[in-house]
């Protein structure tokens, strides 16, 4: 969106239009209520951002089908000055043409809609306002102006589009009732520009009958151009023929054409037209306003973040006049309803006043931060933590509860413009992007910022107009029905053009994937990426075809039982790792992961959570790999826990039936937890993404800042020292993970110092305990190892003979524990008994003692003299 400048934040109201409660449409559901479709349709507009055009910024939805639109406002209009009649024709033709190449014409064309800036520069203002109420059906009032309309306009008269059967219904105006009340508008210009001249000049002579002779004389004159343009039989003629009129010859050179402005992800240079002026100073001006170089939309944003409130301000103005209900009762109901006696209410009717916005509010609360904090460095050196020399209180607030940040005016100030400046120079600083996303991202920018976290680069809109999206499918069936049932409480989603956008971008994710198919919970993963970029579709397109191959990769297989069956054992193995108690209790009554996990990995807990939470889920979500989702699932179960664990299997299916209100944030600091207690290698999958052949920065989200790490333990290099595929029996078999040797070296770091890493307390992190033979340790094992022989433990077949749990494990509990034998079923029945009696992290080394032989990190002990 263009900057604020000089010009206001403006609002104006108006009802759509009610319907019936008792209709249903052709599939049975209620009727979508209208104020719901002009929301729909309105976020279109907030995308032109011509010259000639005032921004439309907003739309909020009340009650009693109540609506207030925000744009940009300007208190001078066309009817407070006169100007030159082929600068005003230029101008308007210039803002009406634009429209016309986007299928929109003004049909409000008049005095008070077409305002002026500072710079006397024309924008015209409510020219959405017949598109958005499809032609004016959705509302009871016409749209247009009667001493401006054109006369077919007039004649048709006004319908309604909640009866689809009237087949008299007008045709929609076209660009020629535009041309119309422009000519109109500039008659009325003419005509009185000279009627008040020559009032002027005769207002000493008294001469009357000369004045009126004259008056008509110089009209007739003033309307040849506006008979050839206006009053032709024929069809015609559009902006675009009128401006390449030859009256136009003089002033056209003095415009500049327009461009539109190039996306973020576009096959175009953005900084090809980049010009500095020739004095760098210029740019650095003393007491600038700061506020009014941001964009317009991020103004507004602000604007209520400050405790701006639209109905508040029109309420205020004497816009919206509420009255008690009791005042709004009939006088007289009938047996069938109908009432009698009771006038209509005056404050439901249009009122075309636009209330222009304070911004002392804002201004007054951001008043003490520095310019500096409207051009933050990007150094990689600096601190992503926002800072402000005339605002100390910012590097506290990053301490805070999200929700709170997110409602702190200087806060999200600074992370909005820090986030657009490194949006600007992405890809070039997609490192700095990932590192800031670690701290927060602003709901403004989350949209552009997921983008960026999914890699999302190049003409995606060539890409997405490049599919077939209209020709009938298979599928096309099974989405109709999805559609009305997927986030529906949303108004955004909920409206047609919602319904349309998601219809779309769902069939091109099918036809462009045609070694997949559909499956229902598509849906549900597409919703939060259409919500974030509703005015772009191939954006929505191209992240969710970017985040469906790293988090679900074949899952939407034709049969995917396979992967879904060993995604489920290996979040079974993470429960146990974590929480073995939990495991133990959740087996024992038969409440496998099959029974409630499925929707939650097969749409990335969309089907489960509202919008405004997985927002949240995902922000955190998007900077981890595709293990991460594991530790979510458990972190759910945590809080869940103390119900789980004083439940029975009937009594946990009605749980998750209707699950209990999970609080997000701290599920998300828990997963980071969990995350980081995980060893890379115990989420191993099989039929997990095949290895990429570049690393990625910083790919778990959550390591050291400015160090760089592969995005997945499946793209690292395979090595003798890997982890080797299982069967899904064997997968099945066994409660605990497996780690490889690669990982058990690491996080022993022995190829280092020696010694193991240490937790905050300064205990090695990890323990490795062998449970080969006495004779087998001393010939060789790995340093500060624990010797626990199995045949100590366990007979001959297996059975238990003495607690391994017992004696000197205690001293190790907390810590991830890993389990190294020489025959994997020895270590598997050893790590299964440990967590059976409640020892959390246990693992398995995968290949046993002999994966390590080969590395010659094995120490013999020193004899003894």
Request: contains cysteine.
């Amino acid at each position: 969106m263009r900057p604020l400048r000089d010009a206001q934040l403006g609002a104006f109201t108006f009802f759509a239009s009610a319907l019936p409660h008792d209709v249903c449409g052709s599939n049975g559901l209620p009727l979508t209520p209208n104020s719901i479709k002009i929301l729909g349709r309105f976020q279109i507009l907030k995308t032109f951002t011509h010259p000639r055009l005032c921004q439309y910024v907003d739309i909020s939805r009340g009650k009693h089908e109540r609506l207030v639109v925000v744009a940009e406002h300007y208190e001078s209009s066309l009817s407070d000055f006169q100007r030159q009649g082929k600068t005003v024709a230029y101008e308007v033709l210039e803002g009406l043409e634009f429209m016309n190449k986007h299928g929109m014409v003004h049909r409000a064309l008049a005095p008070n809609n077409v305002l002026m800036d500072h710079k006397g520069n024309l924008k015209l203002a409510k020219f959405g306002l017949y598109y958005m109420t499809d032609r004016g059906g959705d509302v009871d009032f016409p749209i247009g102006y009667p001493s401006y309309l054109a006369p077919e306009v007039i004649a048709q008269g006004s319908f309604h589009a909640s009866d689809p059967s009237n087949e008299e219904a007008p045709l929609p105006s076209g660009p020629k009732s535009d041309i119309w009340s422009l000519g109109v508008l500039l008659f009325e210009m003419c005509a009185v520009r000279i009627f008040f001249f020559w009032l002027r000049i005769f207002d000493c002579l008294h001469n009357c009958l000369l004045l009126v002779y004259l008056y008509f004389n110089v009209l007739c004159h003033s309307l040849l151009w506006f008979k050839q343009c206006v009053l032709s039989v024929v069809p015609g003629p559009t902006p675009a023929e009128l401006l390449g009129d030859e009256v136009f010859n003089e002033i056209s050179c003095l415009y500049m054409p327009f461009q539109k402005p190039l996306s973020l992800f576009s096959s175009s240079l953005r900084c090809a037209h980049l010009e500095l002026p020739e004095d760098i100073s210029d740019l650095c001006k003393e007491e600038e306003d700061y506020l009014s170089e941001r964009a317009i939309d991020e103004v507004y944003y602000l604007w209520c973040l400050a405790g701006g409130d639209l109905e508040k301000e029109l309420t205020n103005q004497g816009i919206i006049q509420s009255k008690p209900p009791l005042c709004t009762l009939p006088k007289f109901l009938l047996e069938d309803g109908e009432s009698f006696g009771q006038g209509r209410d005056r404050s439901f009717l249009l009122d075309d006043t636009t209330v222009t916005l304070s911004l002392c509010q804002l201004r007054n609360r951001l008043k003490d931060v520095g310019g500096e904090a409207y051009y933050p460095l990007l150094e990689e050196e600096q601190s992503s933590l926002p800072q402000s020399a005339s605002s100390q209180d910012l590097s506290t607030t990053v301490t805070l509860p999200l929700i709170i940040r997110e409602r702190d005016t200087e806060y999200q100030l600074t992370r909005i413009v820090l986030f657009h400046r490194l949006l600007q120079a992405y890809p070039y600083k997609r490192d700095l992007v990932w590192k800031d996303a670690r701290v927060d991202i602003p709901p403004l920018v989350r949209g552009m910022a997921w983008a960026a976290l999914l890699g999302i680069e190049g003409d995606i809109q060539a890409k997405y107009e490049g599919i077939d999206k209209d020709t009938p499918i298979p599928t096309d069936r099974q989405i109709e029905v999805d559609i009305p049932r997927c986030h529906q409480y949303d108004e955004l989603l909920s409206s047609p053009q919602g319904h349309v956008k998601f219809r779309r971008v769902l069939k091109a994710w099918v036809v462009s994937h045609p070694d997949l198919v559909y499956w229902q919970g598509l849906d549900s993963l597409c919703a939060p990426f259409l919500y974030l970029n509703f005015n772009n579709e191939a954006l929505a397109y191209a992240c969710m075809s970017a985040f469906i191959p790293k988090y679900l990769y074949n899952f939407f297989l034709k049969d995917n039982s396979h992967v879904i069956q060993e995604y489920l054992t290996v979040f079974s193995q993470m429960i146990a790792f974590h929480d073995p108690e939990l495991s133990n209790h959740l087996n024992q009554i038969g409440f496998i992961p099959d029974l409630y996990a499925i929707p939650w990995f097969l749409t990335m807990f969309t089907h489960v959570f509202p919008l405004h939470k997985i927002f949240h889920l995902w922000d955190t979500l998007l900077l981890g790999n595709s293990s991460f989702p594991f530790c979510i699932g458990v972190a759910i179960l945590q809080q869940l826990r103390d119900r789980l664990l004083a439940n029975g299997f009937n009594e946990c299916i009605l749980l998750f039936s209707d699950l209990p209100e999970i609080d997000i944030e701290r599920c998300v600091h828990e997963s980071i937890k969990l995350f980081s207690w995980t060893p890379k290698s115990a989420t191993y999958r099989q039929h997990a993404q095949p290895p990429k052949t570049t690393a990625v920065t910083d790919g778990n989200g959550f390591g050291r800042p400015g160090t760089y790490y592969f995005s997945d333990y499946q793209d690292m290099p395979r090595t003798d020292l890997s982890r080797e595929p299982l069967a899904l029996s064997e997968l099945k078999a066994e409660l605990s993970p497996r780690i490889s040797a690669e990982d058990l070296i690491d996080l022993c770091e022995l190829s280092l110092a020696g010694g193991g890493k240490r937790t905050r307390a300064g205990r090695p992190k990890i323990v490795a305990v062998d449970v080969r033979s006495a004779e087998d340790f001393n010939r060789g094992h790995l340093s500060g190892s624990v010797n626990l022989p199995y045949s100590s433990a366990f007979g001959p077949d297996g059975e238990l003979v003495q607690c391994p749990g017992t004696g000197v494990l205690h001293s190790f509990r907390g810590r991830v524990i890993v389990v190294i034998s020489h025959a994997m079923k020895s270590g598997t029945t050893f790590a299964s008994h440990l967590v059976k009696v409640n020892f959390p992290r246990v693992c398995m080394l995968d290949g046993g003692i002999i994966k390590m032989r080969s590395t010659g990190l094995l120490t013999v002990p020193s004899p003894q003299i």
